[in-house]
């Protein structure tokens, strides 16, 4: 769902050039203050950053000392703030603006994203902020605002998402495209807050704002993470009597499906040797033995890839229960997963 946002533009740069917090590397738009202050809020909370910043400030001053920056000093001003590869990534990027600019910072989106440890929202926040150029800086902030005034339900966790947010702030950016970008952050971190919190009451853009008016706040943004499901592989037997009866068994009373019946299976791909040894052990003796078919089942967290055979045996055995058709239909609980095995 997507809605002409032009509107928000000139209240957001108005709000944001009267209530923006004055943060210590707000105080000029220098772009190595930004940079460098940008790269250490990246997982970082601000109260965390700003004394780190202020030593990181006073040892490096300049984008000179800090390509010349002996590594473990360096690390040792990264001290607390983790994810050291961001560190040597910032010394790396100054290295290439010093020999490749002659010290100065490139001034485009485009020459900004080519640096080591630069990555689009960087970018984006450098170059607009920096040299007002019209390009978006869209981090988790600015996809939770514009998800909610959008009464937008897509999956912010997705890219397809993120880009089309990039799509649309291009759209709509005013001539004053860093404090457009910065009140997009601002208003995120400060009143459009996560977790069903928002301060609507004093946001600027509340007559804008379609979750508000929808009172659908609390539901948006939508994250959906993609679950890594744990693959299991199994051989599933369906064995068959003499008589046309289907080998069952019950499941354990505890766990992923617990108390069902179940097709006999071993937690393993096996080839028509291995299905006649298993059956051997299980008591039974193959008559025949093919190939029926490979199917998968995805539980929450647990994908089951199937590869099953039909096994006719001389005769049935006690450690199964032996069904028909009928019995099957009416008797016996078979989960989705076995069915999927069956013809
Ligand atoms: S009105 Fe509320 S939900 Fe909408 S953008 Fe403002 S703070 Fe966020």
Redesign the pocket.
Known sequence: MQQNLQAIAAPLVAWYQENKRLLPWRRDKDPYHVWVSEIMLQQTRIEAVTEHYFAFMAALPTVQHLAEVPEERLLKLWEGLGYYSRARNLKKAAQVIVETYGGSFPRSYAELIKLPGIGQYTAGAIASICFNEKVPAVDGNVL??LA??QADSSNVLLPETKKRAEGLLRAIMPEEAGDFNEGLME??ET???PNGL???E?????A?????AENR?AE?PVRIKKTQRKKEQKTVFLFYSPQGELALRKRPAKGLLAGLYELPHVDTFLEEPGVRAQAQQWGLEPTEIAFLKDCKHLFTHIEWQMRCFTVAVKEKNDQFDWCTAESLESDYALPTAFAKCMD
């Open positions: 939770r605002v909610r005034l208003l995120g009143v459009c807050l928002p301060l609507c004093s946001c600027p853009l509340s804008q704002c379609r979750a508000h706040t948006l």
